[in-house]
T-cell receptor, first 114, second 111 residues
């Protein structure tokens, strides 16, 4: 079974802090994704990566950056956290080829910025 | 802009009833996925439909892809409390492995 793990289930940070969210997958997937999920808005893509050191902006990259130094690990960075970044953050991975669109998710990190 | 609209947004029914939720778009998708998300967890892939008109069954869940590959439905027969969750549909785009996501249908099955 694919396993995607996220470093924290719950996180509380103060405005202006730098926040690191880490995601690790154990299935040797090429593609990794960071989403945020807010009620009524569905999943919105922040960034994704299709290879080590490669990244592409999603729909809402402002205020975020990412790092992928190893294939299995994809980090999301909030350079200076703001209250409007309070959300559920979901990491996902997928393989390449025919099943590239089938994404496997971690349990999520619920981030509160006060 | 490609959009996926899910309806209803919220559905609360009694155990044993049947229900259908919908995922509609004006765009054509190469494939469409359905996911279920339980509270406090990430979405879990249920099924992928690829061919127009395709029907897939997963126990009491029946998934259908529209003939024109613009819409899909999920039918649950004899719903059980364990079916409670947020059901999300997602469509395959042409670029960069990105999915277009619906906002979800929140389903509650009361015992």
């Amino acid at each position: 079974d694919v396993k995607v793990t996220q470093s924290s289930r719950y996180l509380v940070k103060r405005t202006g802090e730098k926040v690191f969210l880490e995601c690790v997958q154990d299935m040797d997937h090429e593609n990794m994704f960071w989403y945020r999920q807010d009620p009524g808005l569905g999943l919105r893509l922040i960034y994704f990566s299709y290879d080590v050191k490669m990244k592409e902006k999603g729909d809402i990259p402002e205020g975020y950056s990412v790092s992928r130094e190893k294939k299995e690990r994809f980090s999301l960075i909030l350079e200076s956290a703001s209250t409007n970044q309070t959300s559920m953050y979901l990491c996902a991975s997928s393989s390449s080829g025919d099943r590239a669109y089938e994404q496997y998710f971690g349990p999520g990190t619920r981030l509160t910025v006060t | 802009t490609q959009l996926l609209e899910q309806s209803p947004q919220f559905l609360s029914i009694q155990e044993g009833e049947n229900l259908t939720v919908y995922c509609n778009s004006s765009s054509v998708f190469s494939s469409l996925q359905w996911y279920r998300q339980e509270p406090g967890e990430g979405p879990v892939l249920l099924v992928t439909v690829v061919t127009g008109g395709e029907v897939k069954k997963l126990k009491r869940l029946t998934f259908q892809f529209g003939d024109a590959r613009k819409d899909s439905s999920l039918h649950i027969t004899a719903a059980q409390p364990g079916d409670t969750g947020l059901y999300l549909c997602a469509g395959e785009t042409d670029s960069n492995y990105q999915l277009i996501w619906g906002a979800g249908t929140k389903l509650i099955i009361k015992p």
